[in-house]
């Protein structure tokens, strides 16, 4: 049973638009979300992040929103530009104990930009 | 070096080998990971180690037996592996009680 989904395994925008990606989980105890960014032979790279005690963050052209009711988190990128053509990871997390978390992810969504 | 490597980045190895692949990282963090990602699947999580001490096993079978001999540095020791063992091999570190993980490249293994 995946607790973390990507519904979207693709995503084709042009240069300059908004990129949308979406997740939505299932586990109400999750308590922070990531994304993650992954080219071809390298491991995942990590883009940006929210507290479950927040709705929105923001890093330059990056944005994540948080929507706890319905579960739901989605990554904004504006304007989209041809490097940002990558997997994009959603993550959740919940600690594990006294002492770690426990990042469970989505599936991915293979985002391509065109010039 | 810095961040998160890896070694080796590819491995093929037949079933009744012992291998042992090997994570170091240049973060200063306190708690390292493994992953798995199969083809197809998603990433899943594997072993945690915080402080050097396991503290999660994500119900893996023993033929994957890790071990992390200081903060620095985490191994994954191979032995008797099935073809569906064939996947890439995520190492990533955190720093307690952060969030974010940060991960090296993975090991590509192939077992014939």
């Known amino acids: 049973d995946q607790q973390v989904k990507q519904n979207s395994p693709s995503l084709s925008v042009q240069e300059g638009r908004i990129s949308i990606l979406n997740c939505d989980y299932t586990?109400?105890?999750?308590?922070?979300f990531l994304w993650y960014k992954k080219y071809p032979a390298e491991g995942p790279t990590f883009l940006i992040s929210?507290?479950?005690?927040?709705d929105k963050n923001e890093d330059g052209r990056f944005t994540v929103f948080l929507n706890k009711s319905a579960k739901h988190l989605s990554l904004h990128i504006v304007p989209s530009q041809p490097g940002d053509s990558a997997v994009y990871f959603c993550?959740?997390?919940?600690?594990?104990?006294?002492?770690?978390?426990?990042?469970?992810f989505g599936g991915g969504t293979r985002v391509l930009v065109k010039p | 070096e810095t961040g998160v490597t890896q070694t080796p980045r590819h491995l093929v190895m037949g079933m009744t080998n012992k291998k042992s692949l090997k994570c170091e990282q240049h973060l200063g963090h306190n708690a390292m990971y493994w992953y798995k990602q199969s083809a197809k699947k998603p990433l899943e999580l594997m072993f945690v180690y915080s402080l050097e001490e396991r503290v999660e096993n994500n119900s893996v079978p023993s033929r994957f037996s890790p071990e992390c001999p200081n903060s620095s540095h985490l191994f994954l020791h191979l032995h008797t592996l099935q073809p569906e063992d064939s996947a890439l091999y995520l190492c990533a570190s955190s720093q307690e009680p952060g969030y974010e993980q940060y991960f090296g490249p993975g090991t590509r293994l192939t077992v014939t």
């Open positions: 993550a959740a997390s919940m600690r594990i104990k006294a002492a770690g978390n426990k990042l469970t």
């Open positions: 929210i507290s479950s005690i927040k």
């Open positions: 586990n109400s105890m999750f308590d922070y």
